[in-house]
Structure formats: C-alpha cells, structure tokens
C-alpha cells in the first residue's frame, strides 16, 4: 500500500507547480472607462420657425402741415411666420459652460396693420388706412449656456445672449378707404434697412448621438428691436403727411432643431497593457 507520506509530497509537488503556473498568469484587468471630451470648439446648425408679433405701429410725418386725424387708430395688426437658418461657432468650456456667436437669415415675413378714422373723413363716417409690406432680418447674436447636467444622453439647458438685427422692410404700401368709396394709394419706394438691439433667452435639450456630435431642439424668445419702414410717398396728394411706420417691439418666438459637432478628436479606448507576476 503506498504510504500516506508518499501521498502527502505528491500532493505538495502539485500545490508547488500549480502555484508557479498561476504565478505566471496576468492579473485580472479592470473594465476599460473612456472619459468623453471636456471643452474644445465646435460648429453649429439650425433651423427653425419664427412666430412674430410687434406690439404697435406707430407713424411719424415728415410733413408738418399735414394734420394727422386725432382719432386715428389701429384696430387690425398682423405678421406672417417667419424661416430661420442658422449657423454658428463657439467654444465648450467645460461640462457646465459653453459660449457661441450664432448669425441666422430670417425669411421674408409680410405684415399688414389697419388704421381707422373718422375726423376729416365725409359725412362723419369711417374711413380706412391698409398698411402693409415685408420684413426680413439677419440676427447676430453672442450666447451663453449653462448645461444642467446629461442623464442618458439627454442634457438640458438654459442660455442667454445679446447682439444686434439688420432688419430689412420692403414692398410698403398705404391704400386709404374713404367713406365715399374712393381709394387712395401710397408706397415707399426701395427698401429700408435698420439696425437695432437684439437680445435673446432660451432653454433646450441636447441629445448625445456621439461626444462629437450631437443634436439640439431649441426655444428661444428673441427681442428685434423697433424696426421702420421707409417715407411712404401719396399718389396725386401735395398734402402728403410723409410718414414713415414703426413695428414697435418686435418680438419672435422661435423653435429650432440643430447640430453641434464638436472639432476635436473623440477619445477612442484603449486597453491597458497586461500585467503579469514574477
């Protein structure tokens, strides 16, 4: 029978040699984490809808001895939507702040307010002003976002900025209603461009499709400013009062979807090198 001493080395010879062998094997690796890039520059995209709106449209002759109706007043405003394309460059701070300068065109937009009266106007009735033409704009604004943290992709953010509107008026015209049926017409000739203030706020939510590019749905409120039409010129009138109209506060709100690529290089991952004992 073998003895129980000679099963007891053979035993140890086998913890011996499994032991140098393991000795020889790798340590476990950790899972590999790839951190996403933090700050950097980045190209921007939009698109979007402008629903705009002024609150008033006030006149101002030029001719002083024309003798405005004192009851002259709008009773009827309204402005088309408007297209927005945009492009922009900015810079990614860090995780939380990120800063951009955004220039966008914003498609032509008609408008039309009636002003009515009855002061000057035959046998005490009404009489009617139609004003209407076309406003477009090119925005140029310089923002700041605060990002609120990213869940599954998703970051939430808030923004503000400040710039300026080169807005553009065109295709005036004034078509008076008397009372007794007649019809008066008036128009300014050529365009007229104003640049005014323009500031905005907004709040959105961007999705992470890569850390290099990503996709962002917007609203913003955006102030424009008090843009003005050009003199509008009366047809076979020498009492022409010459005025000229003012959309004051003219506001947007906009929604807009758009793409932020980021310009460095993403991280790829890469595994650390084995490590082995002995």
């Given amino acids: 029978m073998v003895s129980v001493r000679f099963l007891t080395c053979i035993g140890a010879a086998a913890l011996i040699g499994t032991s140098a062998y393991a000795a020889d094997l790798p340590f476990p690796q950790p899972p590999v984490v790839v951190p996403a890039p933090v700050g950097g520059w980045y190209l921007r995209g939009d698109v979007g809808v402008g629903v705009l709106d002024f609150n008033q449209f006030d006149h101002t002759q030029t ?58 106007c035959a046998g005490g009735l009404t ?101 003005q039409t050009g003199v509008v010129l009366c047809q076979n009138a020498p009492n022409c009062p010459g005025a000229f109209y003012t959309l004051r506060d003219m506001t947007s709100q906009d929604f807009r979807i758009g793409v932020r690529w980021m310009l460095q290089p993403d991280i790829m991952p890469v595994a650390p090198p084995l490590m082995t004992r002995g």
């Fill in 127 to 227: 009489c009617f002003d139609v004003n209407s033409g076309n406003y477009s704009a090119v925005v140029v604004l310089a923002n700041a976002y605060v990002d609120l943290g990213t869940w599954w992709c998703l970051t939430p953010y808030i923004g503000a900025g400040v710039g300026g509107a080169f807005n553009r008026i065109s295709g005036v015209q004034d078509n008076g209603i008397n009372s007794d049926g007649t019809v008066g017409f008036g128009f300014a000739s050529g365009d007229t461009w104003s640049t005014t203030l323009a500031w905005d706020v907004q709040a959105g939510l961007t999705y992470n499709v890569t850390n290099n590019f990503k996709v962002d749905l917007n609203y913003r409120f955006l102030s424009l400013g008090s843009p």
């Fill in 63 to 120: 001719n002083a001895a024309f003798i405005w109706p004192a009851d002259w007043q709008i009773v009827q405003k309204d402005i088309q939507d408007t297209t927005i394309f945009g492009v922009g460059i900015g810079y990614e701070l860090n995780n939380w702040l990120r800063f951009d300068v955004t220039g966008e065109y914003r498609t032509k937009a008609m408008f039309k307010a009636t002003g009515s009266y009855t002061q000057n």
